[in-house]
């Protein structure tokens, strides 16, 4: 089998602790590749070289202008090898390899973005109210930041938060997860081909107790960039208290799309079929609560039930496959229970419901009509092909119905009124907000949720300055002596 190695300053090293772990092929259920696990004396190393690359010349030295260059470079590489990361994360992750790899390619645009930023980095002059005084800003690198990445859209939130920190002249140890990381460290070979000095960038990889705890609680981190389930989140959150890091979280959701009766139809039917079974459903944004106008609710299910009657469901990285297995068998396992659940409380299965009888994680694409707002599929975020939908009947109501979630990331809105569009899309309670569409995003775009979808954003030219501190410089221009001491000017 395939075996991979840790990114520690520079050199491919196996874990301390001589821990491995094995990676199986969601599709088949077959082991395919080993990892080092990281020790937290190799999280220790990871983060001591990044301290010591933030005053190392070799990076501190560059201008903004050459930080930029080498994300550029990054960006090129990232494009040129985006088939080959798209099948090693098919082959982890069970994604489908036409989306992984049109993925990977995408996510050059975020590296070039960042890259056109990194010498977009300004201070300011500030006009001040005191005479004979010269004072302006800086913007400086914050430090030393935690990245730590899930596996389901792994390229993509890799981009979202390396990129900013690079272009910004941070260091970053990055936390690949212990499912699936193998696309990761695939990604950290490029890393060095594109020159960035050993140290800037450690890819690591392994349990919690071992490598993200002592990860996030070290006195040495100074940001924590943080994307996975709120539980997580909640321990990530309490181990910051112990550096004060600077801490941003995106974290799932149970995002609503909201059909209104003068609706394309059509397009609605395919945003919910996007917003659901687009990745298999394994998406932070997935639009898991379809919120549906009842006069429409019946011939949306139709379309949708049309449609998913002959969705190609199988391997992977078989380019037809439009369905693939979800990455493990625990979720499945998970979106059953969720189920019975739901139909104890009175749900009607309209379509699939069960796993598939052949090898691998699969699950049936399964359409669930709701008995009311407390119908289990409507709360527990599933990370899977299941869509759940409900009736409204009035514009009131359909926004009521949106935020009745403790989650609050992505949403939808389906209308031919513009006015409406409008009205409903900045009352819904989310981070994002689609209107007659769903699932697209942008280098150029903020994304991020609030309530138990977490804050702070990712992607935008905020997202950047987010990774510096500002500094304030105060130059007395005057050549008299400084006045009285004891008094504050």
Excluded at 283 to 302: F, P
Excluded at 439 to 466: K, T
């Amino acid at each position: 089998m395939k075996h991979y190695p840790l990114l520690i300053d520079g050199a491919w090293v196996e874990g301390a602790s001589g821990q491995t772990m094995t990676s199986e092929n969601p599709a088949t259920g077959a082991s395919w590749a080993t990892f080092a696990c990281a020790a937290p004396e190799d999280v220790e190393r990871a983060i001591s070289a990044a301290r010591r690359a933030l005053s190392d010349p070799a990076w501190r030295d560059l201008t903004q202008t050459q930080r930029g260059k080498l994300l550029y470079r990054l960006a090129e590489l990232v494009e040129e090898n985006a088939r080959h990361i798209g099948e090693i994360e098919t082959t982890d992750s069970g994604k489908l390899l036409a989306e992984t790899a049109s993925q990977t390619g995408y996510v050059g645009d975020y590296y070039r973005y960042y890259a056109g930023l990194a010498d977009k980095i300004e201070g300011a002059v500030l006009p001040i109210d005191k005479p004979d005084m010269h004072v302006f800003t800086q913007r400086a690198p914050i430090g030393v930041v935690a990245a730590i990445v899930p596996w389901n859209a792994q390229m993509f939130l890799t981009a979202t938060k390396l990129g900013p920190a690079l272009a910004a002249g941070c260091t970053v140890v990055l936390k690949a997860s212990e499912m699936a990381p193998a696309p990761m460290l695939e990604f950290a070979r490029l890393i060095e081909a594109a020159g960035f000095p050993p140290g800037v960038v450690s890819v690591i990889t392994g349990d919690a107790e071992n490598c993200a705890i002592p990860l996030t609680r070290h006195p040495d981190v100074d940001r924590i960039a943080f994307t996975g389930g709120p539980e997580t989140a909640r321990h990530v959150v309490r181990n910051s208290a112990e550096n004060f890091a600077v801490t941003s979280l995106e974290l799932g959701g149970k995002s609503p799309i909201v059909v209104f009766e003068d609706a394309d139809l059509d397009g609605a039917a395919n945003g919910l079929i996007a917003g659901n079974f687009g990745a298999s459903g394994q998406s932070c944004v997935a639009g898991s609560r379809g919120i549906v106008h009842r006069s429409v609710l019946e011939t949306v299910a139709a379309k949708i039930e049309e449609r998913m009657a002959g969705v190609v469901i199988g391997d992977p990285l078989e380019p037809g496959t439009q369905i693939g297995p979800l990455c493990t068998a625990a979720q499945v396992a998970r979106i059953e229970d969720t189920l019975a659940k739901a139909q104890a409380q009175g749900a009607r299965i309209r379509f699939g419901g069960a796993p598939l009888d052949r090898p691998g994680n699969y699950m049936a694409p399964t359409l669930v009509e709701c008995a009311g707002p407390e119908t289990e599929t409507l709360k527990v975020e599933m990370f899977g092909p299941v869509m759940s939908l409900l009736p409204f009947d009035t514009e009131e109501e359909a926004i009521a119905l949106a935020n009745a979630s403790v989650f609050g990331l992505g949403s939808g809105v389906f209308t031919e009124n513009l006015a409406r569009a409008h009205r409903v899309s900045a009352r819904i309670k989310a981070g994002i907000c689609w209107v007659n569409t769903y699932r697209a995003v942008s280098p150029i775009a903020p994304f991020g949720g609030l309530n138990q979808s977490g804050y702070g954003r990712e992607a935008g030219i905020e997202a950047v300055l987010d990774y510096t501190r500002t500094k304030t410089v105060w130059i007395n221009t005057s050549d008299k002596p400084m006045s009285n001491p004891f008094v504050m000017r």
